[in-house]
């Protein structure tokens, strides 16, 4: 049973009212909030809601995390990180578009529109398709144990394979392995983005694959659910911190590839030429995208069926539109799997912006830094001038210097 981090009251496993043993998960970043933590100098445990002997308290300031303090933090990372891409041209790591709509079939269209370019809304394609999870290892073995040193002679470091310290079937780079909490453990769906657990460390040797990370981000989700404001006149108001221990930690996860399969990424869309049960259906085709600029997001889409053979198209007419989906983004670092650091800086510098107010458990070094980022500048400088954002702090004035270095030019290309 897990305990809980005053040892008084009825310790809960998945507590939220009507929620069972379902968890509350925080909705997918491009930066991972235990990231955003380790950047700001906040100790992981205190992020995930743990605490005790392992994990002490280091100042009077110092304070654990909620799940309601987690979730204003993604909510807050979320808008930044569309505020940067819109100035960027792309997103600054790779995502996944669905269904992304593009017209076509308007007046001045090329006849020959099997050979007319389109342009995606996100610049950086990495290949053009949807995502795919492949299951690797269900129920993947977690062991704990203790690393470098721990002066709390806390289990710190967590180890996953099919049983004790076993690697596992490699994915066919480290970026592509994703780790997520079993439904078994609160999750609401298996795979499900929100259940993700990042970052993790990925060593690939040849056919296996060993993979590490910090224990704390392995605490039962169902931990969660019971947050500070659940406390609240409670004969124990702190009985939604936990303490640090294996037993509030799960002892297994699910392990997956993450790849992109290629085939039909792209729908063709008729109107007005089909006999349809419906005057309000369009009539489609299956088609492929031949890349023609990846950095710029230029392609083709021509009919296609099967593994993207070329086929006739329903109609010769151009099709009115065309729905399709890739991956964009700029690219991660190939060994580590992290996003640019300095797209990291800059999400973190506007995240503090945007908070209205510290979290919970910004103290010291995090403290510090949020204040500094929120520091009001002149807006009549020329530089603070130019930024787009009608947020005249510094934190955004340093964010702003790095995405106009790295932005992408707005221009169209020739001969399209």
């Not at 380790?38 to 605490?51: G, K, R, Y």
């Not at 289990?155 to 909490?181: H, K, M, Q």
């Not at 259940?195 to 169902?222: C, Q, W, Y």
């Amino acid at each position: 049973m897990p305990t809980s981090g005053t040892h008084t009251g009825t310790p809960v496993t998945g507590g939220g009212a009507g929620l069972g043993n379902i968890a509350e998960g925080l909705p997918y970043t491009l930066l991972p909030p235990a990231r955003y933590a380790e950047i700001m100098q906040i100790s992981m445990p205190h992020f995930m809601q743990l605490n005790g002997v392992k994990a002490p308290l280091r100042s009077g300031c110092d304070d654990i995390w909620d799940q309601d303090g987690r979730e204003l933090l993604v909510w807050t990372m979320l808008q930044a990180e569309e505020l940067i891409a819109n100035e960027l041209g792309f997103w600054p790591a790779p995502k996944f578009m669905t269904n992304e709509p593009h017209s076509l079939g308007l007046d001045g269209v090329r006849s020959d529109w099997q050979n007319a370019e389109l342009e995606t809304d996100w610049g950086y394609v990495e290949s053009y398709g949807t995502e795919t999870l492949t299951l690797v290892q269900a129920d993947a073995v977690v062991q704990y144990s203790v690393g470098n040193n721990n002066p709390f002679d806390r289990e710190n470091l967590a180890v996953i394979g099919t049983s004790l310290y076993a690697d596992l079937t490699a994915c066919a780079n480290p970026c592509e392995v994703a780790v997520f909490f079993r439904v078994a453990d609160g999750a609401i769906d298996a795979a499900d983005s929100r259940f993700e657990i990042r970052p993790l460390t990925i060593d690939i040797d040849g056919s296996t694959m060993h993979i590490t990370g910090e224990s704390s981000l392995f605490v039962i989700p169902t931990l969660w659910n019971l947050t500070e404001a659940d406390a609240l006149g409670s004969d124990d108001p702190n009985i939604w911190k936990w303490n640090f221990e294996v037993s509030n930690l799960v002892a297994a996860v699910d392990v997956y590839c993450r790849t992109v399969t290629n085939a039909l990424p792209v729908t063709l869309r008729w109107d007005g030429v089909c006999t349809c049960t419906s005057v309000c259906e369009h009539s489609t085709q299956t088609a492929c995208a031949y890349p023609t600029d990846l950095k710029r997001g230029f392609f083709i889409p021509r009919p296609a069926t099967g593994a993207n053979v070329y086929t006739s198209p329903t109609y010769w007419r151009p099709p009115e539109s065309v729905y399709v989906n890739y991956k964009a983004g700029y690219p991660l670092d190939p060994k580590t799997c992290r996003m640019n650091a300095n797209f990291e800086r800059a999400i973190v510098k506007l995240t503090n912006v945007l908070l209205p107010e510290p979290p919970c458990a910004f103290c010291d070094a995090a403290q510090v830094r949020w204040h500094n980022d929120r520091k009001v500048i002149d807006p009549l400088t020329p530089e603070a001038a130019g930024m787009p954002w009608d947020l005249y702090s510094q934190g955004a004035l340093e964010a702003w210097r790095i995405v106009k270095r790295f932005a992408m030019g707005r221009g169209g290309k020739m001969g399209r």
